[in-house]
């Protein structure tokens, strides 16, 4: 099993900076995928950014300039920094953990993004 903590989250103006954080503990293998995915109301949850343990990248083409990806392999901790917030960034951003080359999937409870206009 794979426990993971986010914060974070927050209210904040268009053009505004959020720092989300996930840190991950229990039985982690070495080999392993983080990211976050996010899911705005009515929507399906969507992919954000994914980083993994060797430090490949993969992020969506509607944060792609604005949104940072990184990770601290020491602290199992996985980091998106957040710039020029837009109003349609607003959602429930998901911490997610693919753990080893059987690829389970574990989830964080979710941290609230909103973005006033």
């Known amino acids: 099993q794979v426990q993971l903590v986010e914060s974070g989250g927050g209210l904040v103006q268009t053009g505004g900076s959020l720092r989300l954080s996930c840190a991950a503990s229990?039985?982690?293998?070495?080999?392993?995928?983080m990211g976050w995915y996010r899911q705005a109301p009515g929507k399906q949850r969507e992919l954000v950014a994914t980083?993994?343990?060797?430090?490949?990248?993969n992020c969506a083409d509607s944060v792609k300039g604005r949104f940072t990806i990184s990770r601290d392999n020491a602290k199992n901790t996985v980091y998106l920094q957040m710039n020029s917030l837009k109003p349609e960034d607003t959602a429930v951003y998901y911490c997610?953990?693919?753990?080893?080359?059987?690829?389970?999937?574990?989830w964080g409870q979710g941290t609230q993004v909103t973005v006033s206009s």
């Open positions: 997610n953990f693919r753990n080893g080359i059987i690829r389970q999937d574990y």
């Open positions: 229990g039985s982690i293998f070495s080999l392993n995928v």
């Open positions: 980083i993994g343990s060797g430090g490949n990248r």
